[in-house]
């Protein structure tokens, strides 16, 4: 393993958890978008309940490698709370998005722009669900 890829992997650095969000991101992305377009297209399923199936399958994924890859965290409880209720606003927006979009891009494309517009707000929740003790404190009391 080169020195680099080593150090993106193992450095606690925000640039590289950036580049690690976005590279498990992109993978959770291209997941739910082809998973997306399987039932749009070939399956016949409307745009919005495709997004909502999509995301489900994707989350699954994400939720493991953010933990050990993207935070260097073990999975929680404490963690896993965040990430649902930062994921349940998260596809609460991206649906409205969809529904709005396709009506502009058509079902097929609706996806990409909300996309566009919720990956940098996901991060930001996502990354304060890792990194702060939010859930461990409400514990305590």
């Known amino acids: 393993m080169s020195l680099n890829l080593k150090k993106l ?4 650095s925000r640039l590289s958890e ?13 997941i739910q978008y082809g998973v997306y377009v399987v039932f749009v297209d070939a399956v016949h399923v409307k745009a919005v309940p495709s997004t909502l199936i ?13 933990s050990f890859f993207t935070f ?4 929680s409880a404490h963690n896993i709370l965040g990430f649902i209720g930062s994921h349940a606003i998260n596809m609460g927006v991206q649906t409205g998005l969809v529904a ?12 990409l722009p909300a996309l ?5 707000l996901n991060y930001l929740m996502v ?3 890792f990194n702060h ?9």
């Open 9 to 12: 992997i193992f450095s606690d």
């Open 18 to 30: 950036i580049i690690r969000f976005c590279l498990v991101g992109g993978t959770a992305t291209v």
């Open 54 to 66: 999509s995301y489900g399958i994707s989350f699954i994924f994400n939720y493991f490698l953010s």
């Open 72 to 75: 260097h965290k073990k999975p």
């Open 100 to 111: 709005i979009f396709k009506g502009i891009v058509g079902n097929t494309l609706a996806l």
């Open 116 to 120: 566009a517009i919720c990956i940098p």
């Open 127 to 129: 990354r304060y669900v």
């Open 133 to 141: 003790n939010i859930f461990k404190q409400w514990k305590r009391n």
